[in-house]
């Protein structure tokens, strides 16, 4: 289980709205002073991630908690959104290549217009898988436990960064 801790910023429902800081790994590295990559993340700052998340244990806005999702989910929606339409693209351009030859077309063209077309086919291929697994338990992040109470004179993180 991949584990994020968040801010309950709304609630709708049976789904809670949370806030989380996006960590990055730089700051456990030993090189970390003299990689451009930190010191890329230091200029433009910290930044926010708003999820929505299943909440069964009933968490209230401004609470801390900790938000987690299944490895597996996290390793197929990464296999999907970044995989998939580069291989239809490769697949595509492979068979424009093929079709030129029999055809005695310009393999190159051919092979670039079908390689757009099959990338167009892996973004319609994307948008279908995700409204496939829009509503399905195991690819939604669940809050796993709660941290501490809200504080009434606090405000919640998405009114402090407005």
Same mark, same amino acid.
């Given at each position: 289980m991949i584990e994020?801790?968040?801010v309950v910023v709304e609630l709708d429902g049976n789904f809670a709205w949370?806030?989380?800081? =996006?960590?990055? *790994?730089?700051g456990n590295c030993a090189v970390k002073s003299g990689c451009g990559t930190s010191v890329l993340s230091r200029v433009i700052g910290n930044k926010f991630t708003r999820m929505?998340?299943?909440n069964n244990l009933h968490a209230q806005v401004g609470e801390t908690v900790i938000v987690g999702l299944k490895e597996a989910a996290m390793l197929k929606g990464s296999v999907a959104i970044y995989l998939m339409p580069l291989l239809f693209m490769?697949?595509? *351009?492979?068979?424009?290549k093929l079709i030129a030859g029999q055809m005695q077309l310009s393999a190159e063209m051919l092979s670039i217009v079908f390689g757009v077309v099959g990338l167009v086919v892996g973004g319609f291929w994307l948008r279908r898988? *995700? =409204?496939r697994i829009q509503n399905d338990d195991h690819y939604q992040p669940v809050i796993l436990k709660?941290? =501490?109470?809200?504080v009434k004179h606090e405000l919640p993180v998405s009114q402090i960064s407005s």
């Open positions: 994020q801790t968040a949370v806030q989380a800081e =996006r960590e990055s *790994s730089c929505r998340v299943i490769i697949l595509f *351009s492979i068979t424009g898988f *995700s =409204r709660k941290g =501490r109470e809200p």
